[in-house]
């Protein structure tokens, strides 16, 4: 972020006083007082320093929850910035039910935000589930929109596993085998050559030198640790 002053020793012990009181009405009354700037440094300080530092993933999820329930506009990107630092580090609890209670008030931006920050540092596939079972439950295209943007490994056995649930539904998955080919990324290249074998897209255009008998591709449809070494490979 540019323009932000990082500095400011006043802001951050308040901002301190209030995480460590779980002040939640003190936290809303501040920024209000605030100047634009103040506001930009208070920003920073919560997204980069405070919040990824607190001592538990529920004192985290307690001002995650207050924060996107008081204004998700002004507060979500900090939150998000936050979460994504604790999850890097495994000290965020996915399974904690405040993360049911902001799914049910996001909006579809809101949720494209949270995938796009969150999805792409899930680095097994239970954490990539629990992230899609969310946030992109409403449509395969949904599902397969964030794991495209994400691309990780995980992402991509997902976006693989969504598109069985329409087999046979041609016209909705050949623009996600086009969009795997354009992302120009090896993984996504060698999901794409899955996704064409299996979905006997063969008159499509594309070479790949990974051949693959439908047999061979319905294994590594079902057993993740097959496509992982499949197209890591």
């Given at each position: 972020?540019?323009?932000?002053?990082?500095?400011?020793?006043?802001?951050?012990?308040r901002?301190?006083?209030?995480?460590?009181?779980?002040?939640?009405?003190?936290?809303?009354?501040?920024?209000?007082?605030?100047?634009?700037?103040?506001?930009?440094t208070?920003?920073?300080?919560?997204?980069?320093?405070?919040?990824?530092?607190?001592?538990?993933?529920?004192?985290f999820?307690?001002?995650?929850?207050?924060?996107?329930?008081?204004?998700?506009?002004?507060?979500?990107?900090?939150?998000?910035?936050?979460?994504?630092?604790?999850?890097?580090?495994?000290?965020?609890?996915?399974?904690?039910?405040?993360?049911?209670?902001?799914?049910?008030?996001?909006?579809?931006?809101?949720r494209?935000?949270?995938?796009d920050?969150?999805?792409?540092?899930?680095?097994?596939?239970?954490?990539?589930?629990?992230?899609?079972?969310?946030?992109?439950?409403?449509?395969?295209?949904?599902?397969?929109?964030?794991?495209?943007?994400?691309?990780?490994?995980?992402?991509?056995?997902?976006?693989?596993?969504?598109?069985?649930?329409?087999?046979?539904?041609?016209?909705?998955?050949v623009?996600?085998?086009k969009?795997?080919?354009?992302?120009?990324?090896?993984?996504?290249?060698?999901?794409?050559?899955?996704?064409?074998s299996?979905?006997?897209?063969?008159?499509?255009?594309?070479?790949?030198?990974?051949?693959?008998?439908?047999?061979?591709?319905d294994?590594?449809?079902?057993?993740?640790?097959?496509?992982?070494?499949?197209?890591?490979?």
């Amino acid at each position: 972020m540019t323009g932000i002053i990082r500095t400011n020793p006043a802001l951050r012990r308040r901002l301190e006083a209030i995480l460590t009181g779980q002040d939640e009405g003190a936290m809303l009354a501040l920024f209000p007082t605030l100047t634009n700037s103040e506001r930009r440094t208070a920003g920073w300080l919560l997204g980069e320093e405070l919040l990824p530092r607190l001592a538990t993933s529920a004192t985290f999820m307690f001002w995650f929850d207050a924060l996107t329930a008081a204004d998700v506009r002004a507060h979500l990107g900090t939150c998000l910035k936050a979460a994504g630092s604790r999850l890097s580090r495994d000290l965020l609890d996915l399974d904690d039910p405040r993360w049911d209670s902001f799914a049910a008030r996001a909006t579809a931006i809101d949720r494209r935000k949270t995938l796009d920050a969150l999805l792409p540092l899930a680095a097994d596939i239970a954490t990539a589930d629990r992230l899609l079972s969310r946030f992109a439950a409403d449509s395969v295209e949904s599902a397969a929109t964030a794991c495209l943007r994400a691309a990780t490994t995980p992402a991509l056995f997902r976006l693989f596993t969504a598109l069985q649930t329409i087999e046979g539904d041609t016209e909705r998955i050949v623009p996600i085998y086009k969009a795997l080919l354009k992302l120009g990324q090896r993984r996504a290249f060698k999901t794409a050559s899955l996704v064409r074998s299996h979905f006997g897209l063969e008159s499509l255009p594309g070479t790949f030198s990974l051949q693959l008998e439908p047999w061979q591709t319905d294994r590594v449809a079902i057993d993740y640790d097959k496509f992982a070494r499949l197209i890591e490979g």
